[in-house]
């Protein structure tokens, strides 16, 4: 399989050699890693955006996070492997159709079952509806619409009216992730989609815990996350998008955050087990 790609800064480099699906090595600093899960282009915007949002976050927030693009081709062999539960953030990013949705939905997977922060924005939340359907709801043959177009039961399906490059207010549920992290009930967020949910199977959604926590002003569904998750976030919207990129919209800083806290634990656990293994020596 391909050696994910490490960005760094404002740079980027192929990350060196690793062994068929395993992770870089944890480093001995505790710096968050971050699997950036999606198939790279320089024709989506949202991934030319962050080397410079990384830098952003590490200058104006003291958030240094490493992350690692792993094609979608090649993210189920991670899940497979163990390799992905390593890292201390999933961001499935825009860019569908995805080469492999099979890989999208098992890194989704992974950090929904392993507790490690997850950001999905875009294609990625539509991908984070289409996983919970089918591995917690039971409903295994519901389909997106972009990968499945003759499909007969949607769960994402294209909108009544495109999305891409529009703008539109949100509104977060009170309470909610959602809202606590964009510090106000509503935020003007930035689109480029064609595909959304269907209502249909919605209610059975939030039935299985999905809290679907941010609508526009037709009460569509624009952000879900699941309360039971230490960080666990989608959007419809790209916050990737925000601004030029030199200030990370709060949403972006928020998984970065979990990440950086999911590092500090991992650090943390080790020094622990350590210690009480030479203690019992």
Do not use: K
Not at 24 to 52: F, K, M, T, Y
Not at 97 to 104: L, N
Not at 253 to 260: E, N
């Amino acid at each position: 399989m391909t050696s994910p790609t490490t960005v760094t800064g404002s740079a980027t480099a192929t990350a060196p050699a690793v062994g068929a699906a395993s992770a870089p090595a944890a480093p001995a600093d505790g710096i968050a890693r971050v699997a950036l899960v999606g198939d790279r282009s320089p024709h989506v915007e949202s991934h030319v955006r962050i080397p410079r949002l990384l830098d952003a976050l590490a200058s104006r927030d003291s958030l240094v996070v490493d992350a690692y693009w792993i094609p979608t081709a090649d993210a189920a062999s991670w899940a497979e492997s163990g390799s992905l539960a390593g890292f201390d953030g999933v961001w499935v990013l825009p860019g569908s159709p995805y080469a492999s949705e099979a890989g999208a939905l098992a890194a989704i997977r992974v950090a929904r079952e392993a507790g490690i922060p997850f950001l999905g924005t875009c294609g990625g939340f539509q991908h984070t509806l289409l996983e919970y359907a089918r591995s917690v709801c039971g409903l295994a043959g519901v389909a997106h619409a972009e990968n499945d177009p003759g499909a007969e039961d949607l769960l994402i399906a294209p909108l009544s009216c495109s999305l891409v490059g529009h703008q539109g207010l949100v509104r977060a549920e009170p309470g909610s992730l959602a809202e606590s992290v964009l510090g106000a009930e509503r935020s003007m967020e930035h689109y480029h989609c064609n595909y959304g949910p269907a209502p249909r199977h919605l209610p059975t959604l939030a039935e299985h815990g999905l809290q679907l926590s941010g609508h526009d002003e037709e009460g569509g569904v624009r952000i879900a996350e699941l309360p039971s998750h230490p960080f666990f976030l989608a959007t419809l919207f790209q916050p990737e998008l925000s601004g030029d990129g030199s200030r990370p919209h709060p949403i972006v800083r928020a998984f970065a955050a979990a990440a950086v806290d999911h590092a500090a634990g991992r650090v943390a656990a080790q020094v622990a087990a350590q210690v009480a293994a030479r203690v019992g020596a």
